[in-house]
Protein backbone atom coordinates (compact mmCIF):
# COMPACT_ATOMS: atom_id res chain seq x y z
CA UNK A 1 0.00 0.00 0.00
CA UNK A 2 3.29 2.20 0.64
CA UNK A 3 3.21 2.77 -3.29
CA UNK A 4 -0.09 3.36 -3.73
CA UNK A 5 0.20 7.32 -2.47
CA UNK A 6 2.53 7.67 -5.28
CA UNK A 7 1.15 6.84 -8.99
CA UNK A 8 -0.18 9.04 -10.85
CA UNK A 9 -3.88 8.73 -11.54
CA UNK A 10 -3.71 10.34 -14.92
CA UNK A 11 -1.03 7.49 -16.26
CA UNK A 12 -2.95 5.00 -14.66
CA UNK A 13 -6.16 6.20 -16.33
CA UNK A 14 -5.08 6.79 -19.77
CA UNK A 15 -2.78 3.19 -18.98
CA UNK A 16 -6.41 1.44 -18.27
CA UNK A 17 -7.96 2.64 -21.38
CA UNK A 18 -5.72 1.35 -22.91
CA UNK A 19 -5.89 -2.34 -21.30
CA UNK A 20 -9.64 -2.27 -22.25
CA UNK A 21 -8.97 -1.66 -25.19
CA UNK A 22 -6.86 -4.61 -25.69
CA UNK A 23 -8.86 -6.81 -23.77
CA UNK A 24 -11.52 -5.99 -26.30
CA UNK A 25 -9.38 -6.77 -28.93
CA UNK A 26 -8.65 -9.86 -27.61
CA UNK A 27 -12.55 -10.32 -27.10
CA UNK A 28 -13.23 -10.08 -30.62
CA UNK A 29 -10.99 -12.77 -31.75
CA UNK A 30 -13.55 -15.18 -31.57
CA UNK A 31 -16.36 -12.55 -32.62
CA UNK A 32 -14.20 -12.36 -35.82
CA UNK A 33 -13.49 -16.09 -36.61
CA UNK A 34 -17.68 -16.44 -35.86
CA UNK A 35 -18.02 -13.74 -38.65
CA UNK A 36 -16.08 -15.11 -40.90
CA UNK A 37 -17.42 -19.20 -40.27
CA UNK A 38 -21.38 -18.18 -40.42
CA UNK A 39 -20.98 -16.28 -43.28
CA UNK A 40 -22.14 -13.12 -41.54
CA UNK A 41 -19.84 -10.74 -42.68
CA UNK A 42 -20.49 -11.79 -46.89
CA UNK A 43 -23.81 -11.81 -46.12
CA UNK A 44 -23.95 -7.92 -45.31
CA UNK A 45 -21.68 -7.30 -48.16
CA UNK A 46 -23.39 -8.99 -50.60
CA UNK A 47 -27.05 -8.22 -49.32
CA UNK A 48 -26.54 -5.28 -47.75
CA UNK A 49 -27.55 -3.51 -43.83
CA UNK A 50 -29.68 -6.07 -41.51
CA UNK A 51 -31.50 -5.83 -38.45
CA UNK A 52 -30.50 -8.91 -36.46
CA UNK A 53 -33.65 -10.43 -37.77
CA UNK A 54 -33.28 -9.86 -41.51
CA UNK A 55 -29.76 -11.22 -41.14
CA UNK A 56 -31.17 -14.46 -39.32
CA UNK A 57 -33.51 -15.21 -42.66
CA UNK A 58 -30.67 -14.57 -44.99
CA UNK A 59 -28.20 -16.85 -43.02
CA UNK A 60 -30.10 -19.59 -41.00
CA UNK A 61 -28.54 -17.88 -37.58
CA UNK A 62 -30.19 -17.57 -34.40
CA UNK A 63 -31.80 -13.74 -34.21
CA UNK A 64 -31.01 -13.53 -30.18
CA UNK A 65 -27.28 -14.48 -30.76
CA UNK A 66 -26.92 -11.92 -33.81
CA UNK A 67 -28.03 -9.41 -31.95
CA UNK A 68 -25.17 -10.00 -29.32
CA UNK A 69 -22.81 -10.09 -32.67
CA UNK A 70 -24.16 -7.37 -34.26
CA UNK A 71 -23.94 -4.88 -31.32
CA UNK A 72 -20.16 -6.12 -30.69
CA UNK A 73 -19.35 -5.78 -34.12
CA UNK A 74 -20.86 -2.35 -33.79
CA UNK A 75 -19.14 -1.22 -30.67
CA UNK A 76 -16.34 -2.48 -32.52
CA UNK A 77 -16.04 0.04 -35.31
CA UNK A 78 -16.63 -3.25 -37.55
CA UNK A 79 -20.02 -2.31 -38.61
CA UNK A 80 -21.82 0.93 -38.67
CA UNK A 81 -25.63 1.01 -36.81
CA UNK A 82 -27.70 3.11 -37.78
CA UNK A 83 -30.26 4.49 -35.14
CA UNK A 84 -32.94 5.09 -37.15
CA UNK A 85 -33.42 2.50 -38.59
CA UNK A 86 -31.54 -0.41 -36.32
CA UNK A 87 -30.11 -1.55 -39.18
CA UNK A 88 -26.40 -3.08 -39.16
CA UNK A 89 -23.71 -2.25 -42.07
CA UNK A 90 -20.65 -3.67 -43.48
CA UNK A 91 -18.96 -0.13 -44.72
CA UNK A 92 -16.30 -1.04 -47.53
CA UNK A 93 -13.74 -0.56 -46.20
CA UNK A 94 -14.13 -2.92 -43.41
CA UNK A 95 -15.33 -5.15 -45.99
CA UNK A 96 -11.68 -5.33 -47.55
CA UNK A 97 -10.69 -6.81 -44.34
CA UNK A 98 -13.10 -9.32 -43.36
CA UNK A 99 -15.01 -10.10 -46.05
CA UNK A 100 -12.80 -10.29 -49.71
CA UNK A 101 -10.46 -13.03 -49.59
CA UNK A 102 -8.70 -11.15 -52.62
CA UNK A 103 -8.37 -7.83 -50.91
CA UNK A 104 -4.41 -6.89 -50.19
CA UNK A 105 -5.49 -6.41 -46.36
CA UNK A 106 -7.32 -9.24 -45.82
CA UNK A 107 -6.64 -9.95 -41.83
CA UNK A 108 -8.88 -13.21 -40.98
CA UNK A 109 -5.84 -15.46 -41.23
CA UNK A 110 -4.61 -12.68 -38.73
CA UNK A 111 -7.68 -13.26 -36.54
CA UNK A 112 -6.79 -17.56 -37.20
CA UNK A 113 -2.96 -17.23 -36.02
CA UNK A 114 -4.10 -15.20 -33.21
CA UNK A 115 -6.50 -18.02 -31.87
CA UNK A 116 -3.84 -20.45 -32.80
CA UNK A 117 -1.25 -19.08 -30.26
CA UNK A 118 -3.54 -19.72 -27.32
CA UNK A 119 -3.82 -23.45 -28.41
CA UNK A 120 -0.09 -23.00 -28.26
CA UNK A 121 0.09 -21.59 -24.68
CA UNK A 122 0.55 -24.77 -22.81
CA UNK A 123 3.44 -26.33 -24.65
CA UNK A 124 5.21 -22.82 -25.07
CA UNK A 125 4.84 -21.62 -21.12
CA UNK A 126 6.44 -25.20 -20.44
CA UNK A 127 9.14 -24.29 -23.06
CA UNK A 128 10.02 -21.21 -20.89
CA UNK A 129 11.08 -22.87 -18.17
CA UNK A 130 13.14 -25.94 -20.02
CA UNK A 131 14.53 -23.86 -22.44
CA UNK A 132 13.38 -26.95 -25.12
CA UNK A 133 11.78 -25.26 -28.59
CA UNK A 134 7.97 -26.36 -29.48
CA UNK A 135 8.37 -28.05 -32.85
CA UNK A 136 6.32 -26.75 -36.00
CA UNK A 137 4.16 -30.30 -36.54
CA UNK A 138 3.61 -30.02 -32.68
CA UNK A 139 2.03 -26.68 -32.26
CA UNK A 140 -1.49 -26.09 -32.60
CA UNK A 141 -3.46 -28.13 -35.02
CA UNK A 142 -4.94 -25.14 -36.83
CA UNK A 143 -1.34 -22.90 -37.19
CA UNK A 144 -0.30 -24.15 -40.33
CA UNK A 145 -3.57 -22.76 -42.45
CA UNK A 146 -3.31 -19.65 -40.38
CA UNK A 147 0.01 -18.68 -41.17
CA UNK A 148 -0.66 -19.52 -45.02
CA UNK A 149 -3.95 -17.57 -45.05
CA UNK A 150 -2.38 -14.75 -43.05
CA UNK A 151 0.75 -14.31 -45.61
CA UNK A 152 -1.13 -15.11 -48.89
CA UNK A 153 -3.00 -11.70 -49.84
CA UNK A 154 0.61 -9.58 -49.41
CA UNK A 155 2.44 -12.33 -51.54
CA UNK A 156 -0.40 -11.94 -54.03
CA UNK A 157 -0.38 -8.42 -54.09
CA UNK A 158 3.56 -7.87 -53.79
CA UNK A 159 5.21 -10.87 -55.33
CA UNK A 160 5.18 -10.03 -59.13
CA UNK A 161 4.22 -6.82 -59.21
CA UNK A 162 7.06 -5.05 -56.66
CA UNK A 163 9.23 -7.86 -55.25
CA UNK A 164 10.55 -9.83 -57.98
CA UNK A 165 11.05 -6.80 -59.93
CA UNK A 166 13.34 -5.39 -57.77
CA UNK A 167 15.57 -8.34 -58.15
CA UNK A 168 17.87 -7.26 -60.83
CA UNK A 169 17.64 -9.28 -64.31
CA UNK A 170 15.08 -11.68 -62.44
CA UNK A 171 11.82 -10.92 -64.27
CA UNK A 172 13.37 -11.37 -67.73
CA UNK A 173 15.30 -15.17 -66.92
CA UNK A 174 11.75 -15.87 -65.07
CA UNK A 175 9.92 -14.94 -68.66
CA UNK A 176 12.27 -16.81 -71.04
CA UNK A 177 12.57 -19.98 -68.48
CA UNK A 178 14.52 -20.55 -65.12
CA UNK A 179 14.39 -22.80 -62.42
CA UNK A 180 13.27 -21.66 -59.14
CA UNK A 181 13.32 -23.50 -55.32
CA UNK A 182 10.73 -22.16 -52.72
CA UNK A 183 12.23 -23.43 -50.00
CA UNK A 184 10.16 -23.29 -46.37
CA UNK A 185 6.94 -22.86 -48.87
CA UNK A 186 4.35 -23.91 -46.67
CA UNK A 187 0.90 -24.02 -48.34
CA UNK A 188 2.73 -23.31 -51.65
CA UNK A 189 0.67 -20.08 -52.13
CA UNK A 190 3.93 -18.20 -53.20
CA UNK A 191 4.97 -21.28 -55.35
CA UNK A 192 2.06 -21.50 -56.98
CA UNK A 193 1.79 -17.61 -57.53
CA UNK A 194 5.50 -17.72 -59.20
CA UNK A 195 4.11 -20.03 -61.37
CA UNK A 196 1.01 -18.96 -62.66
CA UNK A 197 2.96 -15.38 -63.40
CA UNK A 198 5.91 -17.03 -65.29
CA UNK A 199 4.58 -20.18 -67.19
CA UNK A 200 7.63 -20.84 -69.16
CA UNK A 201 9.70 -21.48 -65.58
CA UNK A 202 9.84 -24.78 -63.47
CA UNK A 203 9.36 -24.52 -59.64
CA UNK A 204 9.99 -26.85 -56.47
CA UNK A 205 7.93 -25.90 -52.95
CA UNK A 206 10.04 -27.47 -50.52
CA UNK A 207 8.89 -27.74 -46.87
CA UNK A 208 9.99 -29.38 -43.88
CA UNK A 209 6.22 -30.19 -42.82
CA UNK A 210 4.33 -33.34 -45.11
CA UNK A 211 1.21 -31.49 -43.42
CA UNK A 212 1.77 -28.42 -45.62
CA UNK A 213 3.03 -30.34 -48.94
CA UNK A 214 -0.20 -32.47 -49.49
CA UNK A 215 -2.32 -29.42 -48.73
CA UNK A 216 0.42 -27.80 -51.28
CA UNK A 217 -0.34 -30.62 -53.83
CA UNK A 218 -3.78 -30.03 -53.22
CA UNK A 219 -3.84 -26.27 -53.95
CA UNK A 220 -1.55 -27.07 -56.97
CA UNK A 221 -3.88 -29.85 -58.61
CA UNK A 222 -6.96 -27.53 -57.88
CA UNK A 223 -5.45 -24.75 -60.24
CA UNK A 224 -4.91 -27.13 -62.80
CA UNK A 225 -0.62 -26.89 -63.06
CA UNK A 226 1.36 -29.75 -63.68
CA UNK A 227 3.69 -31.89 -61.81
CA UNK A 228 6.22 -31.36 -64.21
CA UNK A 229 6.01 -27.36 -63.61
CA UNK A 230 5.88 -27.40 -60.20
CA UNK A 231 7.22 -29.60 -57.62
CA UNK A 232 6.38 -29.85 -54.34
CA UNK A 233 8.66 -31.85 -51.74
CA UNK A 234 9.22 -32.31 -48.62
CA UNK A 235 12.98 -31.01 -47.09
CA UNK A 236 14.61 -29.08 -44.79
CA UNK A 237 16.70 -25.87 -46.06
CA UNK A 238 20.05 -27.37 -45.21
CA UNK A 239 19.52 -30.95 -47.46
CA UNK A 240 17.38 -30.24 -50.67
CA UNK A 241 18.80 -30.55 -54.01
CA UNK A 242 17.84 -30.22 -57.55
CA UNK A 243 19.97 -27.22 -58.84
CA UNK A 244 21.75 -25.04 -59.36
CA UNK A 245 18.72 -22.80 -59.31
CA UNK A 246 18.31 -19.38 -61.23
CA UNK A 247 16.59 -18.43 -57.95
CA UNK A 248 15.72 -19.57 -54.70
CA UNK A 249 13.19 -17.69 -52.47
CA UNK A 250 12.26 -18.28 -48.80
CA UNK A 251 9.15 -15.94 -47.32
CA UNK A 252 8.60 -15.46 -43.97
CA UNK A 253 10.47 -18.39 -43.42
CA UNK A 254 14.21 -17.53 -42.46
CA UNK A 255 13.69 -16.60 -39.23
CA UNK A 256 12.15 -19.88 -38.30
CA UNK A 257 15.14 -22.29 -38.98
CA UNK A 258 17.29 -23.05 -36.38
CA UNK A 259 20.23 -23.59 -38.33
CA UNK A 260 20.18 -20.58 -40.69
CA UNK A 261 23.83 -20.10 -41.15
CA UNK A 262 23.69 -23.68 -42.57
CA UNK A 263 20.42 -23.13 -44.81
CA UNK A 264 22.29 -19.80 -46.34
CA UNK A 265 25.23 -22.03 -47.01
CA UNK A 266 23.31 -25.02 -48.87
CA UNK A 267 21.35 -22.34 -50.44
CA UNK A 268 24.70 -20.74 -52.08
CA UNK A 269 25.73 -24.69 -53.08
CA UNK A 270 22.71 -25.16 -54.65
CA UNK A 271 22.17 -21.35 -56.58
CA UNK A 272 23.99 -20.80 -60.21
CA UNK A 273 26.82 -17.99 -59.91
CA UNK A 274 24.51 -15.56 -61.50
CA UNK A 275 21.74 -16.45 -59.64
CA UNK A 276 19.93 -15.05 -56.68
CA UNK A 277 18.43 -15.81 -53.21
CA UNK A 278 15.32 -13.80 -52.28
CA UNK A 279 14.68 -13.33 -48.66
CA UNK A 280 11.25 -11.94 -47.51
CA UNK A 281 11.02 -11.71 -44.05
CA UNK A 282 8.75 -9.67 -41.82
CA UNK A 283 9.65 -5.87 -41.57
CA UNK A 284 12.08 -5.06 -38.41
CA UNK A 285 14.59 -2.01 -37.32
CA UNK A 286 17.57 -3.11 -36.45
CA UNK A 287 17.27 -2.09 -32.48
CA UNK A 288 14.07 -2.73 -30.02
CA UNK A 289 13.51 0.79 -30.11
CA UNK A 290 13.08 0.54 -33.64
CA UNK A 291 10.20 -1.90 -33.43
CA UNK A 292 7.97 -0.74 -30.37
CA UNK A 293 5.05 0.05 -32.63
CA UNK A 294 1.91 -1.83 -33.29
CA UNK A 295 3.20 -4.32 -36.32
CA UNK A 296 5.90 -4.80 -34.34
CA UNK A 297 3.99 -5.58 -31.36
CA UNK A 298 1.97 -8.21 -32.91
CA UNK A 299 5.52 -9.71 -34.69
CA UNK A 300 7.07 -9.99 -31.03
CA UNK A 301 3.77 -12.02 -29.89
CA UNK A 302 3.55 -14.81 -32.93
CA UNK A 303 7.98 -14.52 -32.17
CA UNK A 304 7.33 -15.64 -28.78
CA UNK A 305 4.56 -17.95 -29.16
CA UNK A 306 5.72 -19.77 -32.79
CA UNK A 307 9.04 -18.42 -34.22
CA UNK A 308 11.05 -18.85 -31.49
CA UNK A 309 9.91 -22.17 -30.27
CA UNK A 310 10.25 -23.64 -33.94
CA UNK A 311 13.88 -22.56 -34.13
CA UNK A 312 14.75 -23.53 -30.88
CA UNK A 313 13.43 -27.46 -31.70
CA UNK A 314 15.86 -27.63 -34.58
CA UNK A 315 19.76 -27.64 -34.41
CA UNK A 316 21.48 -25.78 -33.71
CA UNK A 317 18.64 -23.75 -32.48
CA UNK A 318 19.53 -20.34 -33.62
CA UNK A 319 16.58 -18.67 -33.14
CA UNK A 320 16.79 -15.30 -35.13
CA UNK A 321 12.90 -14.17 -33.89
CA UNK A 322 10.50 -12.82 -36.10
CA UNK A 323 11.86 -9.15 -35.69
CA UNK A 324 15.51 -9.33 -37.41
CA UNK A 325 16.73 -6.88 -39.14
CA UNK A 326 18.66 -6.15 -41.78
CA UNK A 327 21.79 -6.09 -39.94
CA UNK A 328 21.31 -9.30 -38.01
CA UNK A 329 19.76 -11.04 -41.23
CA UNK A 330 23.00 -9.62 -43.42
CA UNK A 331 25.40 -11.01 -40.84
CA UNK A 332 23.78 -14.97 -40.52
CA UNK A 333 23.35 -14.91 -44.53
CA UNK A 334 27.07 -13.37 -45.28
CA UNK A 335 28.10 -15.88 -42.40
CA UNK A 336 26.79 -18.52 -45.13
CA UNK A 337 29.29 -17.29 -47.48
CA UNK A 338 27.21 -14.64 -49.47
CA UNK A 339 29.09 -11.45 -50.37
CA UNK A 340 26.39 -9.25 -50.81
CA UNK A 341 22.91 -8.69 -49.23
CA UNK A 342 21.22 -5.68 -50.00
CA UNK A 343 17.41 -4.67 -49.05
CA UNK A 344 15.33 -4.15 -52.54
CA UNK A 345 12.12 -3.69 -51.50
CA UNK A 346 9.47 -3.13 -47.83
CA UNK A 347 5.54 -3.17 -46.72
CA UNK A 348 4.35 -2.26 -43.37
CA UNK A 349 4.98 -6.22 -42.99
CA UNK A 350 7.81 -7.30 -45.14
CA UNK A 351 11.43 -6.13 -45.66
CA UNK A 352 12.35 -8.22 -48.81
CA UNK A 353 16.69 -8.91 -49.54
CA UNK A 354 18.38 -9.93 -52.61
CA UNK A 355 21.71 -12.23 -51.93
CA UNK A 356 24.04 -12.84 -54.37
CA UNK A 357 27.52 -15.02 -54.43
Not at 210 to 234: C, T
Not at 275 to 303: C, I, K, T
Request: with cysteine; proline share 4%.
Amino acid sequence: MEHAATFDENKLNAFMGQVIGDLGGAYSVSMVKLGDRLGLYRALRDQGPATASELSRRTGCDARYLREWLCHQAASNYLHYDAGDGRFSLPVEQAMVFADENSPVYMIGGFENAESTIENYTKVAAAFRSGDGVAWGDQAHCMFCAVAKFFRPGYEHNLVQAWLPAIEGMVPRLEAGALVADVGCGHGHSTLIMAQAFPNSRFVGLDFHPGSIQDAIRHRDALGISADRVDFRVATATDFDGGPYDLVTCFDSLHDMGNPVGAASHVRSQLKDDGSWMVVEPMAGDSVQDNLHPVGRLFYAASTLICVPTALAQSPGLALGAQAGLRELSQVIGAGGFSRVSQVATTPFNQVLDARK
